[in-house]
């Protein structure tokens, strides 16, 4: 069983093309903060990153940016958050998030989200870490990407029990059901890179 006290949380600098994505974003932001989980996230102030800042500040929740330099300068920054961290580097992002959090869900987004989630699913699948990784598939918008992963097994260039780390729910509460109950498979940390 996983204690969830924080989640970081990666999503859409836009807020897409569908209702859904805004309604869910704000349903999860508010069932965090009833429940006392905070949230880090990538600190911006635009898309789906302000919608769930914006609920969970809304709803007093404990939430923390964090947000690489450029971006400040950009003028993206969170400036209504009391806890903003400003890192050197996307890396330095990455790495801080991961450390502050007890679980990973990637929510709609582009090519930052998926390489966000990307990077931590490797990092569970090499043994780097034992936390949960899940997709919030709002509005079925990652279909055609688990499509993609069974393919990817089908085709032996990912493990079953790999595939099987990325929980995958469509309702928050669901999800964060999962994630309280999730206990990492055992997995054999492969040494040949052809193996992984």
Not at 95 to 107: C, P, Q, R, S, T
Not at 131 to 142: D, H, M, Q, R, S
Request: glycine share 10%; charged share 25%.
């Amino acid at each position: 069983m996983s204690e969830i006290r924080r989640l970081a949380v990666f999503c859409g600098s836009n807020a897409g093309a569908r209702p859904q994505y805004v309604e869910a974003t704000r349903s999860l932001g508010k069932l965090l903060a009833e429940r006392g989980i905070g949230v880090v996230y990538g600190g911006s102030s635009v898309g789906l990153m302000a919608v769930l800042a914006d609920t969970m500040l809304d709803e007093l929740g404990d939430i923390i940016g964090v947000i690489p330099r450029m971006l400040v300068e950009r003028e993206v920054a969170n400036k209504a958050l009391t806890d903003l961290r400003v890192v050197g580097s996307m890396h330095e992002r990455k790495a801080m998030m991961a450390e502050l959090a007890d679980g990973f869900i990637a929510l709609p987004g582009g090519i930052g989200t998926l390489e966000e989630f990307f990077e931590i699913w490797t990092w569970a699948q090499l043994g780097m870490h034992d936390k949960p990784c899940g997709l919030l598939n709002i509005a079925g918008y990652f279909d055609p990407l688990l499509e993609f992963l069974d393919r990817a097994v089908a085709e032996k260039f990912v493990r079953e029990v790999h595939r099987n780390m990325v929980v995958v729910e469509s309702d928050p509460a669901a999800l964060l059901v999962r994630f309280e109950a999730y206990e990492p498979p055992r997995v054999v940390k492969w040494i040949n890179a052809g193996t992984i």
